[in-house]
């Protein structure tokens, strides 16, 4: 009897063990890039783009993804997303997807304190893609990248001088002269400039 139950048992497990292999054999994950994309003062677009491979015969379909965003060893964000309709996968061919986080600084600051004075952040993102074939699910397969993204300063804007080149009755011309301290790490370029200028309270 006793050889019996340990028989069935290694019976059950050896489809779970075979189909597990099978689909780490069939299908790789890499990190192809990572771009920042709309960054500006409240946030930026981290987005990871994954390679996935089929190398097998027949096509799989990813089905749904999980992952945890962590910036800094502080959770920044979890997420669990099902596929509707699936992304097809097809045999001895490569897809590319990508994942975005969107990153609100409001959000980081409140919770990852520390990066507020760092340049850098440093961050990785770790989860699970699901795939299944024509018939049924098949199982998940991990993945996990490091990465790191630039935290937004506002420039230093400084008057230096008002320098009064004419004046007459009839109007003055002023040039104003202002000094720009860029602290990011990344270059910034001026695309308009508005200001307003008070005689007094009042507005001319």
């Known amino acids: 009897m006793r050889r019996r139950s340990i028989l069935v048992l290694l019976l059950s497990f050896l489809p779970f063990a075979a189909f597990s292999l099978s689909l780490e054999d069939d299908i790789t994950i890499l990190l192809r890039e990572r771009q920042v994309q709309d960054l500006k003062d409240s946030g930026l677009n981290l987005v990871f ?21 962590v910036v800094e060893q502080g959770e920044y964000l979890r997420l669990q997303t099902s596929l509707d309709p699936r992304l097809r996968i097809d045999p001895s061919e490569e897809t590319l997807i990508a994942l975005p986080v969107k990153i609100t600084y409001e959000h980081l600051f409140r919770t990852v304190e520390s990066v507020k004075t760092k340049d850098k952040a440093l961050c990785y993102i770790m989860g699970e893609l699901a795939f299944a074939d024509e018939k049924k699910e098949r199982g998940r397969l991990p993945f996990s990248f490091s990465g790191e993204f630039p935290v937004y300063k506002d420039p230093q804007i400084d008057l230096v001088a008002i320098n ?16 720009l301290m860029n602290t990011n790490g990344f270059e910034l370029l001026v695309q308009s400039v508005r200001y307003r200028i008070k005689v007094g309270n009042h507005p001319i």
């Not at 783009?49 to 965003?69: D, E």
């Open 49 to 69: 783009y994954i390679q996935i491979k089929n190398s097998s015969s027949k096509p799989y379909y990813l089905t749904g993804y999980s992952y945890r965003f």
């Open 164 to 179: 009064i080149n004419m004046l007459t009755i009839g109007g003055a011309d002023l040039n104003l002269e202002i000094k």
